[in-house]
């Protein structure tokens, strides 16, 4: 089988690239370190010398934190710095899905691959199965980076999209998709805002770029409008004036990212905005009067901007925003009561008799809604328990993964409760996919699927339940 045509859910004796690179237990860090720099390499198994069997890992990030930062002594034996302790090896037939899993899960870069009698046959890392899933993701990239003009970035946006579309037909996962998407998407919008920089006069202030919502979260599909911001130290100055200056900017990025296929926001969350053209001040005020509010729109504008990450420009202006928020907001209890509140109003689509529930669409009827009553849920969740937790994670995923490892899920299998997210997740673009009419993206019509989608989107549903059951008992609800 050619690189090429690997897939997913090929197994990894078929993926492995290239021979691995070992030393034995007695080998001394120096030796390790210099077959580690001939062979360019930034890892190297350690191998028992009779079995073949792999029994530990040396990494350049070992050479930092256990050699460099403490002994500095190259003569020891490599097997008194290795990483052996929980050591994730998968046999060879094991399917390259099952590999990017373990590793998303674990939080760690590789994994070793042993045959049937546990004898080494190589490494895999997240590099080489990013690689896969790309396929031009890379080329895309670097076309990016090259863009001279809105031209060239109106082209890579739409080689993305093409890039998306035949990923999903190949059978990509959600969670790697949908963080791939992101990412280029990220590439073009700061490219974007290097070129446009350059048409303007801006003040010699510290300021960046911000993403809300879905982009905040890495979370992207293939139908997604503009939610940004723009936040800048005013220091003693006038931020009046500041702003007034930075709002034609922040609009001709904002027109230009729609030039690029992301439509500008119906409900005006850009940076075009003045109220979301702000300074660090005025941002902290902002959020200030969200944590002390228990109206709607307080809530609502929890939901888009509590996701924010920076992209762009002076990032510590955003983390100093959100050490702040980690730091108050759990004190807001009230405020989390009723996020939490608001949020489990709306229910899964299940039934007790039937397997699915509908809305009342007129437009559409007898659909699931995969966002609203869906996605929405997972993420609304992971939001309020993680912001109580100090968890600082965007992500959905990540939150709830960080949630789990602090004990915060109670003895719920988070592993299931995040594929339940993303078997939604993976519906929501399916049907992005097939170009359904405007207004049916994120719906789905239950009797159009198989019955193993059937299931497994019903037990989806049961996930988001789980989930809100644990906001129901952490608020009293």
């Known amino acids: 089988m050619t690189q090429a045509r ?4 090929s197994q990894l004796a078929a993926f492995v690239r290239r021979k691995p690179i070992t030393v034995t237990p007695d080998a001394t860090l120096r030796e390790a370190v210099q077959t580690m720099s001939e062979n360019r390499i930034g890892s190297i198994i350690v191998v028992e010398p009779e079995s073949g069997r792999p029994i530990g890992i040396f990494t350049l990030r070992d050479l930092l934190h256990k050699v460099a930062a403490k002994s500095c ?4 034996m490599v097997m008194s710095v290795m990483s052996g302790t929980g050591l994730l090896m998968l046999n060879w037939r094991s399917t390259i899905y099952q590999a990017a899993l373990v590793m998303a899960r674990n939080g760690v870069h590789h994994v070793i691959v042993v045959d049937a009698s546990e004898k080494l046959v190589g490494i895999v890392s997240q590099e ?10 890379k080329a895309i990239s670097g076309a990016i980076r090259t863009a001279r003009d809105m031209d060239g970035l109106i082209a890579a946006a739409e080689d993305v999209r093409r890039l998306a579309e035949r990923m999903l037909a190949e059978g990509g996962a959600a969670e790697p998709l949908t963080e791939l998407i992101s990412s280029l998407n990220d590439h073009l919008t700061v490219r974007i805002i290097e070129l446009t920089q350059h048409d303007f006069a801006l003040p010699k202030v510290h300021w960046c770029w911000l993403s809300f919502g ?3 979260r890495y979370e992207q599909t293939l139908s997604t409008d503009q939610d940004n911001g723009l936040m800048f130290d005013a220091g003693g100055g006038d931020a009046e004036a500041l702003r007034a200056v930075l709002l034609p900017f922040a609009r001709t990025v904002n027109e230009r990212l729609a030039a690029c296929g992301f439509p500008l926001c119906k409900g005006n969350v850009m940076a075009s905005n003045p109220e979301l053209c702000l300074s660090k001040d005025e941002w902290r005020q902002k959020f200030v009067s969200w944590l002390h509010s ?15 990450r920076a992209l762009y420009g002076a990032e510590d202006l955003a983390e100093e925003l959100r050490q702040w928020l980690l730091a108050n907001i759990p004190a807001a209890t009230l405020f989390l009561r009723f996020m939490a509140g608001n949020a489990v109003q709306v229910e899964p689509p299940i039934g007790m008799i039937r397997d699915f529930v509908f809305d009342k669409n007129e437009q559409f009827p007898h659909t699931l809604d995969l966002k609203t009553f869906g996605a929405r849920l997972f ?14 994670a965007t992500g959905t995923a990540e939150r709830l993964r960080a949630l789990a490892e602090r004990g915060k899920l109670g003895g719920e299998d988070v592993g299931a409760i995040v594929d339940g997210f993303f078997v939604i997740q993976q519906m929501r673009l399916r049907q992005q996919q097939a170009g359904t009419p405007e207004g049916m993206a994120n719906r789905v019509n239950p009797d159009n699927l198989n019955e193993f989608d059937r299931l497994i989107l019903k037990e989806a549903f049961k996930q988001a339940r789980k989930l809100q059951g644990r906001l129901k008992m ?4």
Do not use: K
Request: net charge negative.
């Open 6 to 9: 690997l897939t997913l859910h």
């Open 73 to 76: 002594d190259l003569d020891q």
């Open 128 to 137: 080489d199965i990013y690689e896969l899933q790309s396929g031009g993701g």
């Open 214 to 216: 879905s982009e905040g």
């Open 294 to 308: 228990n109206n709607p729109q307080a809530l609502l504008n929890a939901t888009i901007y509590f996701d924010f």
């Open 379 to 392: 993420v609304d969740a992971a939001r309020i328990l993680s912001l109580a937790n100090g968890v600082g």
């Open 474 to 477: 952490e608020y009293r609800l």
